[in-house]
């Protein structure tokens, strides 16, 4: 399966694009995307434990399996002020 991953604020700059399509086994979960993605952009891994993700609308966890047509965007921490 084909699966969209965006990329927000500061992550973008680390991955180098705002959104990138991967292939994924049918059955992979967020924490099986996020090996590929360290795979590709190591300086992304530096953000594994502070990192807020999402499919569609909906925050997840790791072991969220993802389905076929979801997009999962991948955040840093919120900040406020």
């Known amino acids: 399966m084909t699966t969209k991953v ?7 700059d680390i ?20 090996g590929e993605l360290y795979a590709l952009h190591p300086r992304l891994a530096e953000w594994d434990d502070r990192l807020l993700l999402a499919a569609d609308l909906d925050y997840v966890d790791r072991a969220h399996a ?15 002020g």
């Open 6 to 12: 965006e990329f927000y604020s500061l992550l973008r």
């Open 15 to 34: 991955a180098g694009a705002a959104e990138l399509e991967l292939s994924l086994p049918d059955g992979a979960t967020v924490e099986t995307l996020l």
């Open 66 to 80: 993802i389905q076929s047509g979801e997009v999962i965007s991948i955040m840093p921490p919120v900040q406020g």
